[in-house]
């Protein structure tokens, strides 16, 4: 079993999870955002569901320049409403699951970049940018989204067993989601 295949388990537990969060992503709060600093709803859930996509990006390219010199800026898919946006999670999902199912320990283990206007933020193991940039990174924005959904009063999901809102009877109601 390769290292792409061992990570499949919680690679698909993961996306699950995700997928309930993303299915109660409300329209009609798409713009809503909790601080002026803060990105909407919509912009938070459309990058949790993108970012799946760069799993398959980072095995199969070398490095990626977000802000090249001279060049245009990275540019995520425009997703304007739930359906839009569980249709791009799945899209991504679906070629992110391929390319774990199928890349080799060599290159999992190659070297991959990270740059902004040709400056290097990160090289790492492709394995270590897998687990981090992307799963990691995806996990802690999930969770962002379910403190969003919080504050508009969205039921938050269990992701790791019963949320608040999902409390089983006779439970004090003290969930950890």
């Known amino acids: 079993m390769t290292i792409g295949q061992m990570m499949l388990d919680e690679f698909d537990e993961e996306m699950k999870n995700t997928r309930r969060v993303l299915e109660r992503c409300p329209d009609e709060k798409w713009n809503w955002k909790p601080h002026e600093k803060s990105g909407t709803v919509g912009w938070l859930a459309g990058h949790v569901a993108t970012m799946v996509g760069w799993l398959p990006m ?68 492709r394995v270590a940018c897998i687990r981090g940039m992307v799963l990691n990174h995806h996990i802690h924005h999930r969770a962002q989204l379910t403190v969003y959904y919080r504050l508009i009063g969205v039921a938050v999901p269990g992701l790791y067993g019963p949320s608040a809102d999902e409390a089983q009877p006779g439970a004090d109601g003290a969930a950890a989601n």
Do not use: C
């Open 58 to 125: 980072t095995i199969n390219t070398q490095e990626f320049d977000y802000a090249p010199v001279g060049g245009p800026g990275f540019q995520p898919p425009k997703i304007g409403n739930r359906k839009e946006l569980l249709a791009e999670f799945d899209k991504n999902v679906a070629e992110s699951r391929a390319a774990l199912s199928t890349v080799s320990d060599a290159e999992m283990m190659k070297h991959w970049k990270l740059l902004a206007g040709g400056q290097e933020i990160f090289n790492l193991p």
